[in-house]
Nanobody
Framework: QVQLVNSGGGLVQTGGSLRLSCAAS????????VGWFRQAPGKEREFVAA????????TYADSVKGRFTISRDNAKNTVHLQMNSLKPEDTAVYYC????????????????WGQGTQVTVAS
């Protein structure tokens, strides 16, 4: 069993930066993938980025490529999402999630979820 705790959200101006963290307790096996998803009001939950626990391979949604960076700290069982050049359309609740297996983009493919953290980008 894996428990995930999100932190690091907040309010920022357009063009600003935020760093989200996802701390995992329990055992993250080497074949796990950890992803970040977001959900804006009235919209479906969408994939943002993901990383494989074993070798750190990453995948990003086109909408965040070049602006967001996902990374992991194996020793601390933590995954970070560094978000730069933020835009109002990045406003959403951000969730981290984990699954046993390769990176997939569908939220229903993930078994474990954090509680979510609000990110608001003011124009």
């Amino acid at each position: 069993q894996v428990q995930l705790v999100n932190s690091g959200g907040g309010l920022v101006q357009t063009g600003g930066s935020l760093r989200l963290s996802c701390a995992a307790s329990g055992h993250i096996y080497s074949n796990y993938a950890v992803g970040w998803f977001r959900q804006a009001p009235g919209k479906e939950r969408e994939f943002v980025a993901a990383i494989t626990w074993s070798d750190g391979s990453t995948t990003y949604a086109d909408s965040v490529k070049g602006r967001f960076t996902i990374s992991r700290d194996n020793a601390k069982n933590t995954v970070h999402l560094q978000m730069n050049s933020l835009k109002p359309e990045d406003t959403a609740v951000y969730y981290c999630a984990a699954r046993n297996g390769r990176i997939l983009g569908g939220p229903y493919e993930y078994d474990y979820w954090g509680q979510g953290t609000q990110v608001t980008v003011a124009s």
